[in-house]
């Protein structure tokens, strides 16, 4: 008879197909999205088939399809179909560079929740060819909190304030702010040219569309999600003007679409820039996506204080401001 070690039987067992399961909401998971409770669920399914099994209603809620923003209520009962499960992805080694490194980026911890300085380059998320992201790292750094969530994310080349929940409680407490509009979050922005002192705000709804590629990009479309984000002359220079951006809604990509619908697109932005803008940029040092949350507030679920923290331009953003002043 072959003999199987131990870790082949619960690798194996880990790959095999499980039974349809049904699963009643709870109070506590009340409010979030099917998509974002399913990644949770069903720890080791790839994102993209998460999508995939909504997408083609497999998963039910009270045995009716449901789109991935569809937001859980209490009681609902959702149809979880049979997916293989493959073994969750090791964490990275806490004592990586690169992990230590996020650790010095937490400028704001207690029991309940983290805030995270995020750097320009590291996505939120490990996937789609990458090791780990932002939160994985957390996770290795951080191995006696089980319940390390993001409340929010960043683009992989924006950097800047992120919030982190500890608790299931506090990240529902976090996202009914979100949908509230009460937790406020400014950005601040390299366009190009002379922004308008008439353009406060940019209302324009928005279509996400994935190219054949796989590539995301985002649209002003009148079919898409209404969206709006307010805008501020921070400072003007020459040829660009610094801005400071306030997201009122959150979609994906949207202050960077903004700007470009707006006519002044944001300096570094490999989607949507402008190649002549950035190569001027670049000729000045810019490295990166011109894109900072610096500025963060919110109201704390536990203490009921209210929250406000600020992360100064990293050096290399500021230098580049210093350069565009002397011309």
């Given at each position: 008879m072959h003999v199987v070690e131990l870790s082949d039987k619960i690798r194996a067992m880990k790959m095999i197909q499980h039974e349809v399961t049904f699963h009643r909401v709870s109070q506590d998971e009340t409010g979030q999205r099917i998509d974002n409770f399913l990644m949770t669920k069903l720890k080791g399914v790839p994102k993209s088939l998460v999508y995939r099994i909504v997408r083609k209603g497999e998963v039910r809620v009270n045995k009716k399809r449901i789109k991935p923003d569809y937001k859980l209520q209490p009681d609902d009962t959702i149809r979880i179909p049979p997916v293989k499960l493959s073994e969750r992805p090791e964490l990275p080694s806490a004592k990586l560079e690169q992990v230590q490194a996020l650790a010095d980026a937490i400028i704001y911890e207690d029991d309940h929740l983290m805030v995270v300085n995020k750097p320009s380059g590291i996505a939120?998320?490990?996937?789609?060819?990458?090791?780990?992201?932002?939160?994985?790292?957390?996770?290795?750094l951080r191995p006696n909190d089980k319940n390390l969530e993001l409340v929010h994310r960043l683009d992989r080349d924006t950097s800047g304030l992120l919030m982190v929940a500890k608790k299931r409680s506090v990240l529902k407490a976090l996202h009914e702010q979100l949908r509230e509009k009460s937790v406020n979050k400014q950005y601040l922005a390299l366009?190009?040219?002379q922004w308008q002192k008439s353009c406060r705000q940019v209302e324009?709804?928005?279509?996400?569309?994935?190219?054949?590629?796989?590539?995301?990009?985002?649209?002003?479309?009148?079919?898409?999600?209404?969206?709006l984000t307010r805008f501020r002359i921070q400072q003007r220079y020459q040829q660009a003007t610094l801005v400071e951006a306030s997201p009122v809604t959150g979609r994906t990509h949207q202050i960077r679409v903004h700007a470009l619908h707006a006519g002044h697109p944001i300096a570094g932005d490999p989607k949507y820039g402008d190649r002549e803008f950035d190569e001027q940029m670049q000729q000045l040092g810019l490295r990166r996506l011109f894109l900072h949350a610096w500025q963060l507030t919110f109201t704390h679920p536990k203490t009921e204080r209210q929250c406000h923290f600020e992360a100064p331009l990293e050096p290399a953003l500021s230098d580049l401001l210093t350069r565009l002043t002397a011309i």
């Open positions: 939120v998320h490990g996937g789609s060819g990458l090791k780990f992201g932002l939160i994985e790292a957390l996770r290795a366009v190009r040219g324009a709804p928005l279509q996400k569309n994935t190219l054949q590629s796989g590539e995301r990009m985002v649209r002003v479309d009148a079919e898409g999600k209404p969206s």
